[in-house]
């Protein structure tokens, strides 16, 4: 069982990633902004950070995330079936939750 801190605002999308995270065997830790998965994340160590792009601080995230010394190496995922293109490459973008469990295990396995 791994742990996948979910950095969610809409408390709607957030219960529904928490029910098929859990349902899949995983904790869920959640955090609606930027900061407060920085402070999460520091504490516990999640195996993955599950967010969107639509998250208002989702810039900011990937800053901290960077500037972070021990956090900096964090993986950050998105799950959204069109498959944006986004600038920032160290964001995995994930079809569907069982890609996002074979990103998780290919990470412990390395």
Excluded: W
């Excluded at 994930?94 to 412990?108: G, N, T, W, Y």
């Amino acid at each position: 069982m791994h742990t996948v801190l979910v950095v969610e605002d809409v408390d709607e999308i957030s219960a529904n990633m928490t029910a098929a995270l859990k349902g899949r065997g995983h904790r869920v830790e959640l955090a609606s902004n930027a900061e407060q998965a920085i402070h999460m994340a520091e504490e516990n160590r999640p195996a993955m950070i599950l967010t969107d792009l639509d998250l208002p601080t989702f810039d900011n995230l990937m800053s901290l995330l960077r500037a972070h010394s021990v956090l900096k190496e964090m993986i950050v995922a998105i799950i959204d079936i069109n498959g944006p293109e986004i600038a920032d490459q160290t964001v995995n973008i994930l079809c569907d939750f069982q890609a996002l469990d074979d990103l998780i295990e290919s990470s412990k396995s390395n």
